[in-house]
């Protein structure tokens, strides 16, 4: 906070203030939109020119986009089982010892469940028509299981989903939905253009080395979309790949800051 | 089957006889029980000494066990999610090329996540009172995403439960009915003996290198048992390990032979 | 054969004709000179436009590059022990089963030892005065030790070598000569135009993930370049990583034919 | 130190005092006889119960124990290049970060090949006549390349090697030597008796996950015995597998005691 207060503009990957009522938690490919609480923010912190704005965990990130624009098209989802695999780089360097994940994979990785949940619930949410706070999309419930796998970068996660509406979308409608996505970023000028989801057909993609540098990593991979049977409980499910040091950090900070710039804030 | 008309008792880990009604599906930490459907089956048969048993999918295991202990102390799950990470040696010899699982997952393996469903509702299902079927537990959905990882030996699967009982037990609780699950096996001279489940307290296991061996690969391995927060569709997550070609499969086989000698079909 | 007998230039990638002495075997970084062998090729097999290009086994690539470049400064080398840790990809698709590749190396490729040994002789050596044949290096002498690591691209070849002059180079020297490399490659018009060697400071490198894409897998990653102690039988040692599939396969291939272009050949 | 101030017996598996000449670095497969030069260390330190035995670098026992075999029959060898693929847990734990041995290999691992060359002379050196030192095999030259693989267990050592008499053993006698080892450590009461080497016959093993727990890790697994052509400077090469965390740290350590207990000195 302290780049902040000197009146620095700051874009944030670290997680202390992603739920900051004041912070927006921008995903590009997402809510842009939400830059717009910065001058609330800067009125609430006495500032001119600086502002922060965090984006999100990089688990969180393929599983927000295709929820976005399943929601846009069918309306609000009420309930997401989450299950991912995620890449050693995630963990930084050092990281996980290499001891640990030869013929192996970790069950675990600490605070990555509970950022998922709450992160999404934010991100999703809709800026309020004072531009002064975030109201969280809360009728959407989360429940993940996040592991690691000896993958050096692509976090898969595998997304099974009810939408609170029960008309429910067949498979094929789903995966239009996706193709159909065209996310607010592709009205400023940035250095990444695309709508954002790429939906793979053959039922063994995405996978992690073949897919994560889709369009330079800014790209969600997302395939196996498939509509629940008769009484599931789960209306659709879909695997989906993040590049989790482009587009899950580095490549959403630069986003954010383009679309920063775009708005006039910088 | 014409080893089986030969009078032979065959004691098979393929999967094509798997869901025939006259043929038990036998996991037996789970359901030795199900072996009583042997008489019935050779008069159908017109058999005298001969007869077969299947014993499940390997992927099935680590789920079902430890949801017979959850069922034998809270009463039927209606609902299952399941996730599994695959063992290699799970495709066989030569099985899934090296090219495809260094820095890689696969989010698709054919034909295993129908065989989960269907095979989990014959295994914990009840043989009638003639002994002349199984009713499968019909009311237990299973919704199944199932991934190939770099693991040599020991299938993950991660589950989330629903009981149909609203009264849900705390993650204690269920801890608790794990740890004190007394298969019918141990009523059976056979080869292992012990409880088949062993609970892990540290979050971070069960790992497929570190503890798929436990037990000689015999028991399950169970870890991360919690509960849903309060609004949560499902009332318990926990992840299960399993040693695939051991309990996964000719283990079983081994088992069920011991069972069958035991009761005196053989 | 029969494609060449039907007038098309073939470069070929295969083993089978490597070592005919009417085919000139060109690892283009090292002697394209070997092209103006077509002429009598095709006056022995009365050809007119068609001829046969070889370029070498995959593993040769990356010591007979360091090689041609310390030769050209310091005289012949008499004898090289190699130790190589080839890539997956070099065993084609399936190939290598990846039971065998989790957690494990091994010792042994078929064929490919004494490949390096017979192809590097015939790629160092000299078109004969009237272009009728290539005089190998047949004093030196290669020993060769293959073996098999799970990454998926880039051969590491680790090389220990004596000069036949006793007045041997220092390390500097050697580095030196590396660095300075001119390929012949770079009087043709080809799209790869570089030195072909990049010599590494860093004691740690190369490294196949981190570096087999230097100069988009056209170019020999050298490092570890150290001289021998004082009574060492052996003057130079050094690692060397090559992209199998790129320098080492296809992209030879395409640079030969376009040097024959180039040559007119075409 | 302080221990052995102190009085108290050290078998460590340290690298400080290896090379110190009071201390007997011992490798029981091959050298137990230089505990007993023990009573000059005391002697030396004024010590009446204590002293300081080390055991070697993990590195050098794959190498050391087939050399002691082959000279036990041919007589000294003067020359060696030795190539090293060696395991994770030689780096301890956390030791060497996932992100690095994912597809990857390291060609370099730090101060490993000095240690090679040095404590082979000393392992395989004589107790001078008055037991007051080790005359060190001097004219035994090592040239070492170690590199670092994605194996949990089991260092790889390549070793090609040369006699000093040029009646060179063909590969069949070589192999016999190794069968036929007898190390001294049988006439011990110690908790392993075994010859201490494993002779392959299929030339792609020894394999690291296949065959590090060869008689409980304490046996060294010998392969691809091989003799030189013709002309080769080299006689004979093989590639050995040793556990490294085995007979190549504690397991050394704890046979090192036994022996000293057998023989006295505690």
């Given at each position: 906070?302290?780049?902040?207060?000197?009146?620095?503009?700051?874009?944030?990957?670290?997680?202390?203030?992603?739920?900051?009522?004041?912070?927006?938690?921008?995903?590009?490919?997402?809510?842009?939109?939400?830059?717009?609480?910065?001058?609330?923010?800067?009125?609430?912190?006495?500032?001119?020119?600086?502002?922060?704005?965090?984006?999100?965990?990089?688990?969180?990130?393929?599983?927000?986009?295709?929820?976005?624009?399943?929601?846009?098209?069918?309306?609000?989802i009420?309930?997401?089982?989450?299950?991912?695999?995620?890449?050693?780089?995630?963990?930084?360097?050092?990281?996980?010892?290499?001891?640990?994940?030869?013929?192996?994979?970790?069950?675990?990785?600490?605070?990555?469940?509970?950022?998922?949940?709450?992160?999404?619930?934010?991100?999703?949410?809709?800026?309020?028509?004072?531009?002064?706070?975030?109201?969280?999309?809360?009728?959407?419930?989360i429940?993940?299981?996040?592991?690691r796998?000896?993958?050096?970068d692509?976090h898969?996660?595998y997304?099974?989903?009810?939408?609170k509406?029960?008309?429910?979308?067949?498979?094929?409608?789903?995966k239009?939905?996706?193709?159909?996505?065209?996310?607010?970023?592709?009205?400023?000028?940035?250095?990444f253009?695309?709508?954002?989801?790429?939906?793979?057909?053959?039922?063994?993609?995405?996978?992690?080395?073949?897919?994560?540098?889709?369009?330079?990593?800014?790209?969600?991979?997302?395939?196996?979309i498939?509509?629940?049977?008769?009484?599931?409980?789960?209306?659709?499910?879909?695997?989906?790949?993040?590049?989790?040091?482009?587009?899950?950090?580095a490549?959403?900070?630069?986003?954010?800051?383009?679309?920063?710039i775009?708005?006039?804030?910088?």
């Open positions: 906070m302290e780049f902040v207060k000197a009146e620095i503009p700051v874009l944030s990957n670290a997680k202390s203030h992603r739920m900051n009522p004041l912070v927006p938690l921008v995903l590009p490919l997402v809510n842009p939109v939400h830059l717009d609480l910065i001058p609330f923010q800067r009125e609430r912190l006495g500032l001119k020119k600086g502002f922060l704005v965090c984006n999100s965990n990089c688990a969180v990130v393929g599983v927000v986009v295709p929820l976005a624009a399943l929601q846009a098209k069918f309306g609000p009420v309930e997401c089982e989450v299950f991912t695999e995620q890449a050693i780089s995630g963990a930084g360097y050092p990281g996980v010892p290499s001891m640990d994940l030869v013929d192996n994979v970790i069950p675990f990785i600490s605070g990555e469940e509970e950022k998922l949940e709450v992160e999404a619930q934010k991100i999703l949410g809709c800026l309020n028509d004072g531009a002064t706070g975030v109201d969280e999309q809360a009728e959407l419930r429940g993940a299981t996040c592991t796998v000896p993958v050096t692509g898969m996660a997304v099974s989903l009810r939408f509406s029960r008309s429910r979308p067949s498979a094929k409608q789903a239009q939905a996706m193709i159909d996505y065209q996310p607010e970023l592709q009205n400023f000028k940035a250095s253009s695309g709508s954002g989801i790429k939906v793979f057909m053959d039922e063994d993609r995405p996978q992690p080395r073949l897919d994560r540098n889709t369009c330079n990593g800014y790209t969600i991979s997302v395939g196996r498939r509509e629940g049977q008769k009484d599931d409980h789960f209306d659709i499910r879909f695997a989906a790949l993040s590049h989790n040091t482009v587009i899950g950090a490549g959403s900070s630069i986003l954010n800051a383009e679309v920063a775009s708005k006039g804030f910088v």
